[in-house]
């Protein structure tokens, strides 16, 4: 079988490759891959910064990387599965319910275990999720990270179950604040719209607010015409603030989440696009900031396979559609990646593996 490999050495010397193809063993299954969705965390590994967050100081060993598929099995091992089931994997493959523990992470796809920009892959029986059967292969494959990531940042902290019960008009008076119009951000900005949250996203492109807007945003914020954005969320809700923002910025942008986050309300840590370190101009201590609005800060690492399966009941309880921007083919997966890295996309770039 074909497979990329890195030696997280740069996007540049990224080998497609030959490789026996793998074969299940008790327990397993093996996926025929049909659709694998780009994350920008696929460039940082193969940039060899994704260490974490520093470059490695020796160097790793060639790794298959990528982590988000649709496919279809193959062959089972398994009672749980049959041969021509569509499914999706779990990032962290023993992630399965509950809070994710630090052994999770050791088994998270596309590093440190192998990951999935590949034409076959083994998996636990216990680590797939069934596709949704209104979704095509390439929707299908954008919805382990970018989708789970954007679930538990609107739902991770509510009962498990509650989120597909409560009538949209309930939280017709919260707002959540999105930054940025990557993955995670239209994931989310599609699950609160659906939810019925009031939804405000910020870009440096009017083109993709007025597409945000197709997908329910009630407001959009140009943060390079409107740099002083956090005034203008302000002025959007009068005065209150947003209850749930998703902090994809990181250095230049977590101060002006703060700065209009309502009281009592929850920052997303999910992303740093902006950089890792603060910028100079901001001196104030975090602690000083979440105690002033009682501000509930969170770290993201995507969530458990049972939030996984929840989500995707609500995907097809209103029919939700992942936005994918671009499609390339298996020989242009580097192609891909590149385009991602340079942040043009709106919604998912996705590598067809196969039919």
Request: overall charge neutral; hydrophobic content about 40%; charged content about 20%.
């Amino acid at each position: 079988m074909k497979q990329w490999v890195t030696a997280q050495d740069g996007l540049a010397n990224l080998k497609l490759t030959e490789a026996p193809k793998p074969v299940p063993n008790s327990g397993e299954v093996l996926v025929k891959i049909t659709a694998c969705a780009l994350n920008y965390r696929d460039t940082e590994v193969i940039m060899g910064l994704y260490g974490h967050h520093a470059s490695l100081a020796h160097k790793p060993e060639p790794i298959v990387p990528c982590s988000d598929i649709c496919g279809t099995i193959e062959t089972s091992h398994s009672p749980f599965w049959t041969p021509g089931q569509r499914v999706m994997a779990i990032f962290n493959q023993t992630h399965l319910k509950g809070q994710i523990k630090e052994t999770d992470m050791s088994s998270g796809l596309g590093l440190p275990l192998p990951g999935t920009l590949a034409e076959y892959r083994v998996f636990p029986a216990s680590s797939l999720v069934a596709v949704p059967a209104y979704l095509s292969n390439e929707e299908a494959a954008c919805l382990p990270i970018a989708s789970v990531t954007a679930w538990m940042a609107l739902f991770g902290f509510t009962p498990l179950g509650s989120a597909t019960t409560v009538p949209p008009t309930t939280r017709k008076d919260e707002t959540m604040l999105i930054q940025g119009t990557g993955g995670v951000a239209i994931a989310g900005l599609q699950l609160a719209h659906a939810a019925g949250f009031r939804t405000i996203i910020t870009s440096s492109s009017d083109a993709k607010l007025s597409q945000a807007k197709l997908l329910g945003a009630d407001a959009g914020i140009n943060y390079k015409t409107q740099p002083d954005w956090e005034t203008e969320v302000l002025r959007l809700t009068s005065g209150a603030g947003a209850s749930v923002i998703f902090e994809n910025g990181g250095a230049a942008t977590l101060r002006k989440s703060f700065d209009c986050v309502a009281f009592g309300g929850l920052i997303n840590c999910i992303g740093y696009l902006s950089g890792k370190e603060d910028v100079s101009e901001d001196r104030m201590h975090t602690n000083v900031l979440a105690l002033k609005r009682n501000v509930t800060l969170k770290g993201l690492l995507n969530g458990p396979k049972e939030r996984f399966e929840e989500m995707v009941g609500f995907y097809a309880q209103h029919q939700i559609r992942p936005v994918v921007d671009r499609v390339v083919s298996f020989g242009e997966a580097r192609e891909g990646l590149e385009y991602l890295f340079s942040g043009g996309h709106f919604g998912k770039v996705v590598v067809k593996v196969a039919e």
